[in-house]
């Protein structure tokens, strides 16, 4: 898919994007949010699936034809090896929300191919939308315009301080010592995988079994601003049309990143 394409699809998605971020947000001020208990005992909202639900038909509708996960769908399957894929999480930061935090966001993610190539990330309660798509840097936009961010990956010599979810403190010791890496600090200000944008990190590892509609958005941004992703690597593909849901093992990376360190993130991750 061509960078005209994808910059259309994300001109058609905008909107409803900041419109569902728009109602969640009233929703919760008004009071009417209603908390659910998943089966696996992780809570949700009626605006989780109301937002889902809205979000899926759009998709449906827009691009007949291409397979649609969302987080809150009762049917999460897709056909294995699928071109197109979308991923919607439309809370991502359910407890947060919850609980009257700041910290939630509505994310929508396109893998072509199974690997991320455009993503909407949009924070409602101050009004930033991230957007980017190969061929096309991540950019932020505010109600007041323009919004700075990292246009390219720092040097990997320059900068090693990494989110790191899940990798066990033996590890992150060994990786310190080897490489010369730091494990980047947790903020509630952002999606914490994109923290590179923002310069508060130079990448993301993780150990943690991650879902597709949570790495879709998040990666396509930071492989529009120039780190290399998990799901565009021959040696170890994570491509996101396997036909599975969950990543067991990811990152995003600056592209100078040795080859020795990713192959030994990859053989010492846990089993």
């Known amino acids: ?60 509708r827009e691009f007949p034809g291409e397979a649609v996960v969302g987080e809150e769908s009762e049917d999460k399957t897709y056909p294995a090896g699928a071109e197109l894929i979308w991923f919607a999480d439309p809370i991502d930061g359910t407890r947060s929300f919850i609980e009257g935090g700041y910290d939630y ?24 939308m991230l957007s980017g798509w190969t061929g096309r840097r991540t950019h932020g936009t505010t109600s007041n315009g323009e919004s700075p961010l990292r246009i390219e990956p720092d040097p990997w010599i320059g900068n090693r301080a990494l989110v790191m979810k899940s990798i066990p403190a033996d590890m992150r010791h060994e990786l310190a010592d080897r490489y010369g890496t730091s494990r980047a600090p947790y903020r509630t200000d952002m999606v914490d995988m994109i923290s590179a944008l923002y310069r508060h990190s130079n990448g993301f590892i993780s150990y943690r079994r991650t879902s597709y509609w949570d790495l879709c958005a998040p990666a396509a941004l930071l492989g529009a601003t120039g780190y290399q992703l998990a799901s565009s690597d021959p040696d170890h593909p994570t491509r996101f049309n396997d036909g599975a849901l969950y990543a067991p093992v990811y990152y995003c990376l600056p592209p100078d990143t040795p080859r020795e360190f990713i192959d030994h993130v990859f053989s010492s991750r846990p089993e």
């Open 1 to 60: 898919m061509n960078e005209p394409e994808l910059a259309r699809r994300a001109e058609v998605l905008e909107p409803l994007v900041r419109r569902i971020g728009a109602t969640v947000r009233e929703q919760r001020a008004q009071g009417i949010a209603q908390i659910i208990s998943k089966p696996d005992g992780s809570p949700v909202t009626n605006c989780d699936i109301e937002a889902n639900e809205e979000i899926i038909s759009f998709l449906n």
């Open 105 to 128: 966001y509505v994310m929508v993610g396109l893998c072509v191919n199974g690997v991320p190539s455009l993503g909407l990330i949009y924070q409602p309660e101050r009004d930033v």
